[in-house]
C-alpha cells in the first residue's frame, strides 16, 4: 500500500505510473511467496531419518565392499573407496539440507541493497531530466532573441 502511494505521488504520465505499479505489485507478490517458502517448516524427521539411515548404510558398505576388494593386498583398497563413496554421500546429504532453506545461504540483503541503489538512481536521473525538462520548456515560452532585441532598441 504504501508503494502504491508512493508511486502515485511521482510527477510522470499516467500510463508509465501504470506500468510501474504493476511491476512493483508483481514484485510484491514474488517476495510474499518466497516469505512463504521461508516460513514452510521442513519437518525435521526427514532430516533426522536421512541422516540416520545415511550413517548406518555407511557404517555396513565396507562390509559389503569387502569381497569386491580381495585382489588389492590385504584389503586396503577399501579404506580410501570407503573414504571417497562416504564423503560424496555425504555431500549430496549437506547439499539437500542447505536445498531445504534456500534462504539461510542466498545473499538476499546484498541483493535488496544494490536494488535500492539502483531506485534511487532513476529517481535521481526522473528528477534531473524532468528539471531539464522545466528549463527547456521555460526557455521555449521565455521571449526570444528578437523580441529583446526590439524592445532594448526602442
Not at 56 to 78: E, G, K, Q, R, V
Not at 120 to 148: C, F, I
Request: charged letters at 20%; a negative charge.
Amino acid at each position: 500500500h504504501d508503494l502504491s502511494a508512493a508511486i502515485e505521488r511521482l510527477p510522470i504520465e499516467e500510463a508509465r505510473r501504470r506500468e510501474i505499479d504493476k511491476s512493483a505489485k508483481a514484485v510484491v507478490g514474488c517476495v510474499e511467496r518466497c516469505d512463504w517458502i521461508y516460513r514452510l517448516p521442513v519437518p525435521l524427521v526427514y532430516t533426522r531419518h536421512t541422516g540416520r539411515f545415511l550413517s548406518s548404510w555407511l557404517l555396513l558398505l565396507p562390509m559389503a565392499l569387502y569381497d569386491s576388494f580381495s585382489s588389492s593386498w590385504n584389503h586396503i583398497a577399501l579404506i580410501p573407496a570407503s573414504f571417497l563413496i562416504g564423503l560424496f554421500f555425504l555431500g549430496i546429504d549437506e547439499l539437500a539440507i542447505q536445498l531445504e532453506e534456500p534462504f539461510s545461504i542466498l545473499p538476499l540483503e546484498y541483493s535488496c541493497y544494490l536494488v535500492k541503489q539502483a531506485a534511487k538512481a532513476a529517481m535521481e536521473w526522473h528528477a534531473t531530466n524532468s528539471l531539464q525538462r522545466q528549463v527547456t520548456d521555460s526557455a521555449e515560452t521565455a521571449p526570444g532573441k528578437e523580441e529583446l532585441k526590439s524592445t532594448s532598441m526602442v
